[in-house]
């Protein structure tokens, strides 16, 4: 928890209960969380939180950098508590997400003229496919 509130301070986040608890949720879960999902748990600490308070805490989290959105291309974001270097493994159905190490000596850096004046801060890499549950063919329909 200490080391939580250091690292809201170094980023100039005011430091609130309701951050703390968001920020030592993403911590511990690596299942990447909607925002709804973080909220359910949230509020067994803090009963009185209210969705958007979440909703608002986490957008604070991402534009500081301590938490990445994780957008595949479907309507719900996914949060992500882990910044480091890391690729993601996202099943197209039903949008399981699995971290993969990912060495930065891996990272293909690119030509200066490819910038386009940009600072790149978070490079990402995802792999997409079907998770071993959603390959098994469907069970034929009774009817
Ligand atoms: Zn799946
Ligand atoms: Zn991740």
Redesign the pocket.
């Known amino acids: 928890m200490e080391n939580l509130i250091q690292q809201l301070r170094e980023r100039r986040i005011a430091v609130t209960p309701q951050r703390l608890a968001v920020m030592a949720i993403l911590k511990n879960r690596r299942d ?1 969380p909607t925002a709804d999902h973080i909220y359910q748990e949230v509020r067994r600490q803090l009963p009185a939180i209210s969705f958007n308070t979440v909703y608002k805490t986490l957008e604070i989290l991402c534009r500081r950098g301590m938490v ?1 959105k ?1 957008n595949p291309l479907h309507a719900v974001a996914r949060y ?1 508590g ?1 910044t480091g270097q ?1 690729a ?1 493994l996202i099943c197209r159905q039903c949008h399981h ?1 699995i ?1 993969l190490d990912w060495e930065a000596s891996e990272v293909p850096s690119l030509p200066a003229a490819d910038l386009h004046g940009f600072q790149v801060e978070h490079p990402s890499l995802t792999f997409w496919g079907l998770c071993p549950r959603c390959q098994q063919p469907e069970s034929p329909e009774e009817d």
Do not use: L, S, T
Request: charged share 35%.
């Open positions: 990447h990445i994780v992500d882990e890391h993601h997400i971290d």
